[in-house]
C-alpha cells in the first residue's frame, strides 16, 4: 500500500484512480482506506478504464509479465515492482510490449531515489573520487524467510529477494554489466529446513568483475535478527564513499553497563520512506515530460539475470562467464 | 504551509476545510494548491463555519491571542504555533478561554513527537540513566535574521526566535520549573547592526537551576552558517543520552584531501517532518479521545516567561530568581 | 607514575636520574621498577644533586609551592602538575620564584599536547570556523569520590578536581581571561555525605563572560559511572569544532537486543596517553631551546583563580565580576 | 625499529642485547639510538651469544628461512615478521626447526593484540552474535607502491603486502581454514606501468568458503591515496560486530561549506602502535610460561599459502579448490 498512499494527494500532477485485487475484499478494503469509489477484481477491467494513464505492478512476481504486457497493449504507462519478472525471457516480452506501444516502463528499484544515493552518485559522477574501482552492497534483513521462500526455484533465494537492489546499485555506480561472477552462500539461519529444502541459502557473498574492469561485491541475508542492514561502499581511484547507517534516529545512551548505544535499524520502511516517494514523483515526471524512466525494463532484466547466474554460480561451485548477448 | 500538508490527507480521521489568510490573494492560491473549495480573509468568517471542528493558529505571534480566544468562545479545538502569545498575560487569556470552554489547546512544540525525542523521554522515565541531573539543549540556524527580528522588543531574540524549542525540552525532561536563571549572550554575526540594534544578540548561553533542583544549560544562535544544528544532552545520576546528529542523510566520503566527510544538516524541516505529522495525528487524538494534549497552554506560557527572564538577564547581567506563582 | 616512566628512555635528549618520596619504602620500590640506582626521601637532597636540571612536581597540591620554590632557588627547571597551588598567593611565589632565578616553570595541562586538542587549535587559529563565538569543555569521571574530596575547603570540588582542564581549555580556545562566570550545582549522586558535607557538589554547570567578548560553558561530575568523558565544542561564527567521543576502540557491534553499541571509555589514561608523552617531550625542549613552556605558571594560576570564584559563586548564587588586576 | 623501541625498556622482563645488521653504518646507527654496546653484521655473531635467549626478524623475506632455522638450532625463540617465508615449503623448514629444537616461534600477525580485535574475538567466542557466518576484511594502503612491488613474483602483489593481516583475520575469526576461494582484481591506480608489469594489480576482492562452512570476503588495495583503511565485519547468526574506524582522532569540524569532516586515518603506524607492544608482551610471556604463541609458525604458513592461491586465482581466473593436507 506504499505506492497507493503516495499517489493518493501527496503528488501534484497524479491522481490515484482505484485499486485491483482478486480478492474483492482486500480491493474493496483498500479502496475504503484510500477512501476510493473504485476498485477492480480483474486487471482487464481496471485496463479498460480510459481515465487512466498509468499502472502500479506489485502483485505477486508469477503475474508481472501479463498483466505488464495487458498494461501496454493498453497504452498504460507501467511501474512495475521488483522483482521485475520470473526469467529473462518475460523480461524481454514487457519491454518489448512497452516500446512497441510507446508506454513507459519502469523497475521499482527505489534505492536509485533515495537522498543519500543520488548524493553518492552525483559525487562519482563528479570525478570526487576518481574512476571507479570497486563497488560493495549489502542487504541484510530482519526476518525469518516464510515457508515459500525456502523453495528457491521459486523464491530466488535471498539473491532474488533481498539483493536485487544490490544488484542494481552495483550496475548504476559502476555503469557497467557484470562480465565474470561467482557466489559462496550457506544456510546458517534456518537449520531445521535443511532436509526439506537443500538448495536453500540465507547467506550469501557474490563477487564479480564488470564489463568495464570495476570490481564488485555483495552480501545478501536473511533472518539476520539484530536488524535491516543495507549499506554500499564504492571505492575509487582516489577515494571513497560510504552509504548506510546501522544505527536509526538519533538517540545514543550510555549508563552503568559501559556500552555506548544507538538504537538498530528495524526495517526498511522508515529508511527508504522518502526514496518511494521520490521514486513516484519521477515516474510521474517522465511520464509528463516523456523522458526515460532512472530505473527502465532493461535495469530490471539485469537484475533478473544477474540473479539467475549467481543461483548457477551457487549450484555449481564455478566462475560464471556472462555473454554480452544479453543486453 | 506544513500543517496543511499534514492535515489535508495524510490524518485519516482529520479533514482540512479551509484555509485563512487576510491577504485575499494568498487565501486562494493556498486553496488551490491543496484542492480545497474554501477559504476565509477574516477569522471571523472561519469560525462562523460550523463543520469546522479545531482550528490550527500559525500566523504572526501578536495575533495569537485575538484568534484563539475567538476560537475557544466559537467552541474551536486550538493549536497554536509558539511562540504562544505576546506575553504571559496574553498566555493566561488563552488557557482560561480554552478552560472556559472546554476546548483542547495544544501548543506546537512537535520536538516532544519527534521519535528520537520521545525514545529519549521513554528512557528517562524507564529510570535506564538514573535520575536526571542535567539537562543540556543547543539550537542554531543557518540563515541570517531578517530586518525585524534585531529589534528584540519584537523578536524576543534568540532566545525567543530559537530557543523556545529548547526551554521547553529543559521543562519537559526535567519535569520541573525553572527557579533560577542567567544568560550571557553577545552579537558576533550581526555587527554592522550593532549601533541601530544595541541590545540585540544573535549568540547566548543561559544556565539555571530547576525547583526540583535539577541543572539546566542551553546554548542558541542565528546566522551559524555551518548548517541547523540541534541537540540535547541528558546527564543522570548513572548514565547519559544524547539526541542529535550534525550530519544529515547516511553519505560519508573520504577523498585525496584526507578529510572524512558528511553533508551537515541544513534546515529544520527535513529533520522534523515527521514530528510534525505526529503533532497533529497527537492532536487529533486528544480530541477525540477527550486527552490533556501533550503540550498545553501551561507548557507554551512558561516558555513564554522563561524567554522573557532570560531576555532580562542578559540586559541587567544577573542571576534572575523566579517566582513560583507563575506556574 | 606516568611522567616516570615517560621520562625513563622514552625522550631522547632526558634522562630520568632520581625519584623522591618521603615514604622510604614506596622510593624504594619505584626505583626499583624504573631500574634507577638513586632516591631520595627529601626534595632538599633531591635539589641539592648537581646533576639534577629539571624536577617534576606530582605530590599532593598543599606542598607545590614549597617544593617549587626550592627548586627554582636551586636553578632546576620545574614541571608541575596542576592544580599549581592551594590559592593565587602560592601561584605568585611560584612564578616569581622561577622568574628571578631564570628557570621554566610548566603546568600539567596535558590536554594542550593532545593531537586532537592541538589539530583543534591549529584550526582555530587558521580561521577555519571564523572568530570564537562559543567554547563549551565538560568532564565528567566515573569514579566514587574518596572521603576527603567531599571536604571542599580542601579538594575545592569537582570544579578543583575535574574541571581545571576546562577551565584551561576555555582560555586556551577563547584567548582571553573570564570576565564575569556564574554557577550551579549540587549533589545528586553522593547523597549520604549531604548531612557531614552540606556544601559539596558533585555536579556542576558554570557559564560566563571572557573579556573579549567570547562566552564559555563547563559542566564537570564526579561518579559519573557511565564512564569518562572529556569533550569539548567551540563554536565559530562560521563554523564548529567538536573534540572527543564518548566510546572508545573501534569495535561496535549489534544483537539481537536491537542496539548498536560501541564500548564507553572507562578512563583518562589512555585517552591522554600519547599526551603526557608530547607533554613532556615539549618540557624539555623548551628547556633545551629556552622557549616558554606551552603551558605556564600564569596558566596555572588562573586556573586556580577561576576554580575559586565559581565554588563562590556556587556558594552566593551570585554573578562574579572578576577583576582585570589578577592577571 | 618498532619492535626495538618495544623491547627496549618498555618491557619488564625483557631487555634488548644487541642490533644486527649486515650494513654496518647502519647497525651502528640504529645500536646508538638504542643506547646499545653490542651490534652484529651477520646473523651467526648474532646468535653465538649466550646472553640471547631469542630474535626478533624483521629483514626482507627472502632472508627469513635461513635466519628462522639458524636461530632454531642455536636454541633461541624465534619472532618472525609477516609473511613468514618466500613459499609453504620454506615454512615447514621453519617450524620443523623450532619444534625439533623446543622453541617459540612466533610469527608478526600484530593485530591479533589490538585491543579492537581481542574485544571483538572476546565477544564472538562468548558467543554474543550467535555463530560466524561471513568474515569480511578489507586493508588499503595510501602509499604509491615502490618499484620492486610491481613485479608480482617477488612482492606476491596486494594480497601478499597489504592482505596477509586480513587473511589471518578471516582464520582466526572463522576459526577454520580456506577451502575454495576466487580472487578478481586489477591495476587501477598503476596504469602507467601496465605495459612492464602486465600481471600487477593494485586492487583485488577474494571471497572462499571456509571447511567449516564459513564464509568469507576481502578487499586489498594499494595507493588508494585517501588514508589508511583496515576494517574488519563479523556477521554472526544472531548480530554482526565491526572493527575499525576510517577517522583518526576525535576531532570533527563543520563550516560554511556544510561538510561535516574528521581527518583520515593516515597511517598503521598510530592505529597498531599499542598492538605491536602487546605482541611483544605477549611473545615474551610465551618463553617465560612455556605456553604456545598466539601467532604459531602455522598462521604464518597458512597465509603464505593463500596468498599464492589467491595469486593462482587471480591468474587463471577460476576457482581454487584448496586440499586439507596442507595443515
Known sequence: MIHAHNYNHQIEQAELVAVCDP????????????????????????????????????CPTKFHKDIAVAAANAKKHIFCEKPMAMNTEECDEMIEAAERNHVKLQIGFMRRFDESFQTAKEMVDAGEVGDVVLV???????????????????????????????????????GSEFKTLFAVGGNFRNKEVKDRYPDFYDNVVMNGVFENGVLGSLDGA???????????????????????????????????????????RKSWTNLFKDAYLAEAVSFVKCI????????????????????DKGNESLKTGTVIQLGEGIH
Open 222 to 264: 536473511q533472518y539476520v535478527q539484530y536488524g535491516y542492514d543495507a549499506r554500499v561502499e564504492i571505492l575509487g581511484t582516489e577515494g571513497i564513499i560510504t552509504i548506510g547507517d546501522i544505527h536509526e534516529t538519533t538517540v545514543l545512551s550510555c549508563a552503568k553497563n559501559h556500552s555506548v548505544k544507538r538504537p538498530a
Open 288 to 307: 509528463l515530460n516523456d523522458t526515460l524512466p532512472k530505473a527502465t525494463g532493461m535495469d530490471g532484466k539485469m537484475a533478473v539475470h544477474i540473479v
Open 136 to 174: 560493495k552492497s549489502l542487504t541484510r534483513g530482519p526476518s525469518k524467510p516464510q515457508e515459500w521462500m525456502y523453495d528457491i526455484s521459486i523464491s530466488n533465494g535471498p539473491l532474488g529477494e533481498v539483493n536485487s537492489h544490490d544488484i542494481d546499485t552495483m550496475r548504476w555506480f559502476s
Open 23 to 58: 480478492n474483492e475484499a482486500a480491493a474493496k478494503k483498500a479502496a475504503n482506506l484510500l477512501k476510493l469509489t473504485t476498485y477492480y477484481t480483474t486487471y482487464q477491467e481496471a485496463l479498460s478504464n480510459d481515465t487512466i494513464d498509468a499502472v502500479i505492478i506489485a
